[in-house]
């Protein structure tokens, strides 16, 4: 038996439910990881132990260390009645390892960081038998573009593509002129 709280807007408890199950599954909030959730930095992390960045993915306080990826602190989308973080998926961490890639390199040679993520995301979520394509541009609202598809035929397309990244990622080009093409003709870009 499971057994939920349902709130109100307020946060405030509404109703209590009591779901008998065979197999189910939480998903706890996401928290920063031990190893940085855990360092004594006054402006390296946030309450929840994700890392601060500003636009350029650089931390405020600290400005040799960069962050990309899920352990980064996005600001909330909206007030909601429990605290919930910002999606993060793997096209939007390739556009802030773009953008942090450029900083570093424009730092060394001498100049200010500049670039910012594009923050786009284009996911083939895979459900086994079927699956969901989804296109978010920004993937944080207020958008530009939301479009969404299900079928088996995005179950076969991400075989398909881990089979194509693996290969890209192999041969160390991380984008190939072909996929910048298709994706900037689908107005995807990495870097805003
Ligand atoms: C179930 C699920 C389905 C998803 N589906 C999709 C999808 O269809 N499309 C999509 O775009 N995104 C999807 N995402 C999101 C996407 O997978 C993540 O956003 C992305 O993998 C995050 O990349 P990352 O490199 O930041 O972190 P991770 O991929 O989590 O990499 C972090 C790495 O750090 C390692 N690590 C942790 N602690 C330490 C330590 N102390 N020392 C050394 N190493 C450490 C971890 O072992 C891990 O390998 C999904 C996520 C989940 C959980």
Redesign the pocket.
């Known amino acids: 038996m499971m057994f939920v709280t349902e709130v109100d807007e307020d946060g405030k408890e509404k109703k209590k439910h009591e779901l008998p199950f065979k197999h189910s599954m939480m998903l706890p909030a996401f928290t920063g990881?031990?190893?940085v959730r855990n360092v004594k930095a006054e402006g390296l992390i946030n309450p929840r132990g994700f890392i601060i960045v500003d636009e350029h993915q650089r931390n405020p306080t600290f400005k040799n260390i960069y962050s990309?990826?899920?352990?980064v602190a996005l600001p909330p989308v909206e007030k909601t009645p429990v605290p919930v973080g910002t999606p993060?998926?793997?096209?939007m961490?390739e556009s802030m390892v773009t953008a942090t890639a450029h900083n570093i390199a424009g730092e060394l040679a001498g100049k200010e960081p500049h670039e910012r993520p594009s923050l786009n995301?284009l996911?083939?979520?895979?459900m086994g038998d079927s699956g969901i394509a989804f296109l978010a541009v920004p993937q944080i609202p207020p958008r530009n573009t939301t479009w969404a598809q299900q079928g088996k035929w995005v179950h076969l397309a991400k075989i398909g593509f881990e089979k194509y990244f693996m290969r890209k990622i192999a041969k160390g080009i991380s984008e190939p002129y072909y996929e910048k093409m298709i994706l900037k003709f689908m107005g995807v870009v990495r870097l805003k």
């Open positions: 990881i031990d190893a990309v990826g899920v352990c993060k998926t793997g096209y961490i995301a996911c083939l979520a895979d």
